[in-house]
């Protein structure tokens, strides 16, 4: 959730606190609520924090003015204690000896908070975090040296971390650790570096080393050593050179990162389709092989892996049972050694989908995922990973990772239907040719689409609440454009499958009220048709996306997008979304919210 930093340099070149308020720009996806930087300078600890957006606190506080070679940042999603100078981070000892940055949170941190107070340490925050410097004081205090007193810490605090620790006696020095949280490092000539993602620090360096939970990092500007938490034993490992690109995670010409990132949805299918073939067969094997699928992901990567549901059963004859991460209890009993999980999820950090993973694993499931970010720790405890390869995704709502997680779904789908002989030649070889042609497809209709989203949003940014249509797996197009809205729009949006709509959610249409429909040419279409006029005889607004060549259903709807056609069923969930995902940004930008930081959301979420 929250985005963490840290730099030891030896270049004076560029101002550390120039570094820093950089990093946090490009890390402010992750928390935006407050921010702060510490250095280590010759006269102690400079602590500089506000809360209030990056851009505003950093030009207030004057942050790239700041100078130094040892320096840590922090942007904040509020846990405990709402946004406020005092909670914001880092926080420092009550001596400032010790000053820390923390992305998790500490569960028992009332009961160490009490400890602390007998002592006679004042807390200043109402954090959770603000634990943690005074307990590495209180060692260190004590004739500990600060690896000794971070083995102490881990030993006693419960919960979840990514910290990031540096200390008036060591003042080149950064210590860096992490459990359940992220954590990546870089690794430069002109100095090393620590965040919670690879973006924080690409303008300096491509040479990463994704952390372990457990692990300590001891950055100092010419060298790093990692560590084994609790033995102390040194790891020998290399960065790897990232292919991301600085650019990758820049606006490029863009009001927004989101419509950036829509607009980049051809590219980043087109180099999936270019550069990955046998993984996918290979999870098709393992679904063959299993006695049964279970599917696990949250938000918007549920609604990705959904695309295995409703293809799995029908192309591989198998049973597929989809399970919310944060659910994971009410599936788990089910899990076994015929069992495969196939994960869902971008970042790989996903703490639901962390520990359900986790516990599949030690009731002995296999485990395929398909993931974004390389070396995650996700891809760690996976059998076999398929990357999507949609470069870094910095609005907070996911749009290409979206469509290119659907689509790696959908390959498997298309391996698994080769090897079963599932579908006849025609079909198979037409659900080929929508696999080569969807980059283009999509393409096509961000092109089309987008004055056209542009104009409605005009119209739906005066609604309060909508609904999302579609039978069979056109519902994943629904419940992922109802989601795009209500995250970054704030209109309530329902998805329902249309079918159900009748049995009681109609009961709220009125005159103009908005329903989405999504109605390709595949074997629910003729049933839209019903649902359609339903919704109208009640006086809704319905608003389609149809086959360009369906005349009939664009007569009867109020307002229809149109996708290429003759792919049918193929796919469709990545196509006819898009139209959804410009109506969302489009009607967000006309609400004056920001669709690439929309309130309360980060786009990691690794608290449970
Ligand atoms: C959707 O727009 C959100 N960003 C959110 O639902 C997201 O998909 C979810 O939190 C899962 O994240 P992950 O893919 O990184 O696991």
């Known amino acids: 959730m929250c985005g963490i930093i840290g730099v030891c340099q030896n270049n004076s070149k560029i101002k550390i606190g120039k570094i820093v308020f950089d990093a946090l720009s490009r890390l402010e996806y992750r928390g935006y609520d407050s921010v702060g930087i510490a250095t280590i300078t010759e006269n102690g600890i400079l602590l500089e924090k506000d809360a209030g957006k990056i851009g505003d606190v950093g030009k207030k506080l004057k942050f790239e003015q700041i100078e130094g070679n040892t320096a840590i940042g922090h942007s904040r999603w509020a846990t405990h204690g709402p946004p406020s100078q005092k909670n914001s981070h880092p926080h420092s000892s009550m001596s400032d000896r010790v000053v820390i940055v923390h992305n998790g949170i500490i569960e028992n941190y009332l009961e160490l908070r009490e400890r602390y107070t007998g002592k006679g340490y004042v807390f200043k925050s109402q954090t959770d975090t603000e634990i943690i410097p005074h307990f590495l004081e209180e060692e260190l205090k004590n004739g500990k040296n600060m690896e000794q007193a971070i083995l102490q810490l881990t030993s006693e605090i419960k919960g979840t971390y990514a910290l990031v620790i540096t200390h008036t006696d060591e003042p080149d020095k950064i210590y860096a650790l992490r459990k359940d949280n992220p954590l990546v490092l870089g690794i430069s000539n002109d100095g090393n570096y620590c965040a919670s993602d690879i973006p924080a620090f690409l303008p300096y360096t491509k040479e990463v080393i994704i952390m372990k939970d457990q692990e300590l990092a001891i950055l ?12 102390l034993t040194v790891i020998d490992r290399k960065p790897h050179t990232v292919t991301w690109t600085p650019e990758a995670a820049q606006k490029g010409g863009f009001p927004h990162y989101m419509l950036k990132e829509i607009h980049e949805q051809q590219k980043v299918l087109s180099f999936q389709l270019a550069t990955q073939n046998d993984i996918f067969g290979k999870i098709a094997e393992m679904v063959n092989d299993a006695e049964k699928v279970i599917l696990v992901a949250a938000g918007t990567a549920y609604y990705a892996s959904l695309n295995a549901y409703h293809t799995f059963p029908e192309y591989g004859k198998k049973v597929t049972i989809p399970a919310i991460a944060a659910e994971w209890d009410t599936v788990k009993p089910l899990v076994d050694d015929n069992t495969l999980i196939l994960a869902v999820s971008q970042s790989g950090e996903t703490l639901d989908t962390m520990k359900a993973i986790k516990d599949a694993r030690e009731r002995n499931a296999k485990v395929a995922s398909i993931v974004n970010v390389t070396g995650s720790s996700l891809t760690t405890i996976s059998d076999e990973v398929a990357y999507i390869h949609a470069g870094p995704e910095i609005g907070v709502a996911a749009t290409k990772t979206y469509s290119a997680q659907s689509y790696a779904v959908w390959r498997v789908a298309h391996a698994l ?14 659900f080929s040719r929508t696999i080569n042609e969807v980059p283009q497809i999509v393409q096509k209709t961000v092109t089309a689409a987008e004055a056209q989203a542009r104009d409605l949003a005009g119209w739906f940014k005066n609604k309060h609440s909508a609904f999302y249509l579609g039978r069979g797996v056109s519902h994943i197009t629904a419940l992922e454009g109802a989601l795009k809205m209500k995250e970054i729009s704030y209109i309530h949006a329902e998805a329902y499958p249309a079918g159900e709509s009748k049995h009681g959610p109609i009961a709220l249409i009125q005159p103009d009220y908005p329903v989405v429909f999504s109605i390709p040419d595949d074997r629910h279409r003729n049933k839209m048709i019903g649902s359609v ?10 608003i389609g996306i149809v086959d360009e060549y369906d005349n009939e259903m664009k007569s009867i709807l109020d307002h229809a997008f149109e996708i290429p056609t003759g792919y049918g069923k193929f796919l469709t969930p990545i196509t006819y979304n898009i139209p959804q995902q410009l109506l969302a940004y489009y009607t967000s930008v006309s609400v004056g919210a920001n669709p690439d930081m929309p309130r309360n959301l980060a786009k990691s979420v690794t608290v449970e």
């Open 220 to 231: 100092e500007p010419h060298r790093y050593t990692i560590k084994k938490l609790p033995s």
């Open 533 to 542: 006029q339903e919704m109208k005889a009640r006086g809704a607004t319905t």
């Open 417 to 430: 239907a080769n090897i079963n002989g599932t579908l006849d030649k025609n079909e198979m070889k037409l």
